[in-house]
């Protein structure tokens, strides 16, 4: 039975930066399907959004937004790469902002994972790494190209700022382009950009710092890998050593993530937390990350349960708890334990919402 209490620790506000968090519910980033044609946001995303934050998400983190025309990695993706797209985002943030929600553009390029088109017809990576299965193979990245992209992730984050949106977080996590820069298993660079932790983290930095100037004051968080799930990539240990990096530059939340394709099995969206012990995956993780710095800490991976939940953030694994697959399919999950109803989340893990006609739970209801 859930105490008063329990949810009272969930219900307390937070500031990332200067953005006032109502409670600790964080909307994960979670791509959609659903973009209009030339990449703007359309009807239906705005339609997800609203109800997030009518049903109290303290911060809704858009689905993954992509910074330059070739660096999208899905079909109907939404992008943040052209001054057309500033009014999409302009009318979320003041749609969500009426319901005290706050919200945060998931700025992201796709490196190894973009999508190959007549257009964009070839990925890349800081080192050619080609994903497991496909025959594709990413051109490294020339110190010209690396640059363009920094002002890419730059100009995005001033876009976002014209669009009056709180913040924006940089996509370092899952293996998309800056993931596979901070991690040793796809970075086998020799230069300015590969090698120890400060030069794989280099150009996270130089994002933060090029935009920074862009939109002074605007919040600037990340979502990292903790734990990459392969031999030599990121595990918990590096990851604190590029968390520290990213603090001591200022960043404004990390968000505690893991996971990349090449893994043997499911990391990010691991299936089947069917008991407690299985909840928030990544816990530890976040515990060792939230030692090391001084920003918010934001856990995702798992949570379902409001006990558990509650007991992430008082016994100090995480500042706030992230949820994407629950609020698919119950987006007034946190409505309910408002309102007494302290059931743990009815999402079973199955990730049968990764549905490219657009994201829903395609589990039949009780
Ligand atoms: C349909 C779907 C789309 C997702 N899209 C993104 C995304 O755009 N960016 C991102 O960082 N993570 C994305 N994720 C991962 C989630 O943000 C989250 O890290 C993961 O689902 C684990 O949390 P959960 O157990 O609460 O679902 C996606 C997950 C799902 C199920």
């Known amino acids: 039975m859930m105490s008063i209490r329990e949810l009272d620790v969930l219900l307390e506000e937070i500031e990332i930066d200067n ?33 997030l934050a009518e049903n109290h998400i303290g911060l809704i983190i858009s689905g993954y937004s992509h910074v330059t025309k070739c660096g999208k ?21 003041e749609t969500v902002r009426r319901f005290e929600s706050a919200f945060f553009i998931q700025i992201a390029h796709g490196g190894r ?37 920094i002002d890419d992730f730059a100009r995005a984050t001033e876009r976002a700022a014209k669009a009056k949106v709180d913040g924006v977080q940089i996509h370092c996590a899952h293996g998309y382009l800056l993931s596979s820069f901070l991690s040793p298993y796809t970075n086998r660079r020799e230069d300015d950009w590969g090698g120890d932790t400060e030069r794989r983290t280099r150009i996270v930095v130089e994002i933060l710092r090029r935009s920074r100037k862009l939109a002074p004051g605007l919040a600037i968080a990340v979502k990292m890998n903790a734990w990459d799930g392969v031999e030599g990539g ?22 505690v993530s893991g996971g990349i394709e090449d893994a043997p099995h499911e990391i990010t969206c691991t299936e089947d937390i069917d008991s407690e012990d299985k909840e928030a995956y990544f816990r530890e993780h976040s515990r ?17 349960s409001i006990v558990n939940m509650s007991r992430m953030i008082s016994e100090g694994y ?32 199955c990730n049968g919402c990764f549905d490219e006609t657009g994201i829903k739970c395609n589990i039949k209801r009780d």
């Open 19 to 51: 953005v006032r968090i109502r409670n600790r519910f964080v909307r994960s980033a979670t791509h959609e399907w659903l973009a209009a044609e030339d990449g703007t946001i359309s009807h239906e995303i705005m339609g997800i959004y609203e109800r």
């Open 73 to 93: 990695s899905s079909r109907a993706q939404q992008g943040i790469w052209d001054d057309i797209m500033i009014s999409g985002y302009y009318q979320v943030a």
């Open 234 to 255: 990121i595990d918990k240990r590096e990851a604190v050593r590029i968390a520290r990096i990213l603090d001591s530059e200022g960043i404004s939340a990390i968000e």
């Open 288 to 304: 060792a990350i939230k030692e090391a710095v001084d920003c918010p800490v934001i856990l995702v991976g798992g949570n379902r």
């Open 113 to 149: 994972h973009g999508l190959i088109t007549e257009d964009c017809p070839q990925s890349m990576a800081p080192s050619s790494v080609p994903l497991p299965g496909s025959n594709a193979m990413p051109k490294e990245m020339s110190s010209g190209e690396i640059d363009s992209v």
């Open 318 to 349: 995480a500042d706030l708890v992230a949820l994407s697959r629950p609020l698919i399919r119950e987006p007034d999950l946190i409505s309910k334990f408002m309102s007494g109803d302290a059931r743990t989340a009815s999402c079973i893990s």
